[in-house]
Each structure stands twice: as C-alpha cells, then as structure tokens.
C-alpha cells in the first residue's frame, strides 16, 4: 500500500507572509512589504524627523550608505489574516507638539495601510524616542566657536 502525504491547502503561507485567494488567483503580501509602506507614511507626517531608536538610526546610516535607505526601519508590524497592528519609532522635529506628531503619525500609517495594503489597522503605537533640535545640524559652528 502506497503511503499518502496530507495535502498542504493552498490558503497556507509561509511566516511573515499575508495571502488572499480569488478565483483568478492568488494575491501575496510579504510583512516587509507593510512595514515599508507603514514607513514611508510615517516619515512623511509632519514633524517627523527620523525613524527608529539610537542603534536603529546608527546602523541604518551603514546600511544606507551601502544599501540605500531602509524605508522600513523603526517599523514593527504584526500581521494576522485581515488586521495588521504596527509599532513606530520616531525621533520629533523640536518644537513641534509631540501629541500632534503621534497622531498624525497614526493617522498617515492607518490611511497608507489599508488603502494600499488593504487590510484592516487595529493599532498604530508611536513612541517617540529622541527630538531633533535644529542647532544638531550647525554643530561645525558649534565646534568652531569652541576651538
């Protein structure tokens, strides 16, 4: 007697990978792909200066001068079938209010997620983790007045 292996139903996908099946076929949406779009909202909300944490940013700054720039980096999403919650890490531009930054943070990420990705945001968690003060960018000024 010939042993038979159980059938994989075609609705099983890998981890980190999200799918939709129609009768023309199937639609595959791979998590990075959400956490990009998620960034790319986040990045242009206002008074967002930068995405992730201190390590983040640093490592990111390698990579981007290698790579290009990860439009995914302080980004965290958790994707079920229909509903996709995401985790956000910003650094604030100084002195815009840190409430509006998040919400409209929340708002961009929401609104770019389920019009593009098309699937349900349950929550869009925003921590702010550092603020940008413009006088970080003239810092060779800073130095020269010093010497």
């Keep these: 007697m ?9 609705s099983v996908a890998p981890a980190g990978v999200t799918t939709e099946s129609s009768t023309l076929g199937k639609t595959v949406i791979n998590d990075s792909v959400i956490a990009k779009v998620a960034g790319i909202a986040a990045r242009e909300s206002r008074g967002v200066f930068a995405l992730g944490g201190g390590a983040a940013r640093a490592f990111g700054a ?25 985790d956000v890490t910003i ?5 815009a209010p840190l409430q509006d930054v998040s919400d409209g943070v929340r708002a961009n990420v929401i609104q770019a997620v389920e019009s593009i990705v098309g699937m349900e945001v349950t929550e869009v968690n925003v921590t702010v983790n550092d ?3 413009p006088s970080e960018d003239n810092s060779d000024e800073a130095e020269a007045r010093v010497q």
């Design 2 to 10: 010939a042993s038979t292996t159980p059938a994989t139903p075609a």
């Design 91 to 95: 650094v604030a531009e100084y002195p």
């Design 62 to 86: 390698i990579r981007e001068a290698v790579a290009g720039e990860d439009k995914s980096q302080g980004i965290n999403v958790e994707v079920g079938e229909t509903q996709v919650a995401v």
């Design 131 to 133: 603020v940008h003060l």
